[in-house]
Each structure stands twice: as C-alpha cells, then as structure tokens.
C-alpha cells in the first residue's frame, strides 16, 4: 500500500517562505520520479515541481521557476519542496504525487500518468 503524507503548510505573508515536505511508504520510491503538483481554489490541479530518481534533474513550472527548489532524500523516503518569495497566487493546496512508471528516465511528470497523491497541505500566502 503505497502512502504519501505531506505536512509543513501554513500561513505565510508575501515574501514569506515555507518547505513542504512529503513522506512516502509502501515502495522503494528511489525507483520512481517524484513531485508536487497544487490546485488553487476554483481551478484545476497543476504541476509544480518534479524530480528525477537520484535527484540529479529538476523540473518546474514556469510559475515557480527559481522561487521553488524540490529535493529528495532517498534513504529516508522524503521529498520536500522549498518555497522562497512566496506570493498570493502560490495559495493552493499542495500535493505529493509518485509516478507511476517503475524508473522514468528525466523527470517529465508534468503530462504522466500519477501512480499515487497524497491527501494534501495546504498553503495561504496573504498579501
């Protein structure tokens, strides 16, 4: 049973910074790319943020592009996401997600088919 829980959301004022992070269990997550995707209120869940299976290729949404860093430590089955610079439009709901191809080479998860989310944290940035 595959679980991904993700925590460290909050309130934040503009400028502000939050790390998210994302705890899997249920599989050797090291064999699958992994990464964020997030849904504001009254539209459809995006990508945010994505990474390779040994962490050496990121890839971003060009809304969060040098503002958000993902990582992801593979021996402790985490994925975190640090977001710097925060603004209004990055209030949404903030989910983990797994791929669902065993060992994608990249880290193209923008357009895949998701094997697992997670429940969800959420992000208010106030102005």
């Known amino acids: 049973q595959v679980r991904l829980v993700e925590s460290g959301g909050g309130l934040v004022q503009a400028g502000g910074s939050l790390r998210l992070s994302c705890a899997a269990s249920?599989?050797?997550?090291?064999?699958?790319?992994m990464g964020w995707f997030r849904q504001a209120p009254g539209k459809e869940r995006e990508f945010a943020a994505a990474?390779?299976?040994?962490?050496?290729?990121?890839r971003y949404a060009d809304s969060v592009k040098g503002r958000f860093t993902i990582s992801r430590d593979n021996a402790k089955n985490t994925v975190d996401l640090q977001m710097n610079n925060l603004t209004p439009e990055d209030t949404a709901l903030y989910y983990c997600?797994?791929?669902?191809?065993?060992?994608?080479?990249?880290?193209?998860?923008?357009?895949?088919?998701?094997?697992?989310w997670g429940q969800g944290t959420q992000v208010t940035v106030s102005s």
């Open positions: 990474i390779s299976c040994g962490g050496s290729i990121t």
């Open positions: 997600a797994v791929d669902s191809l065993f060992r994608r080479t990249g880290a193209d998860l923008a357009r895949a088919e998701i094997g697992s």
């Open positions: 249920g599989r050797t997550f090291s064999n699958y790319v």
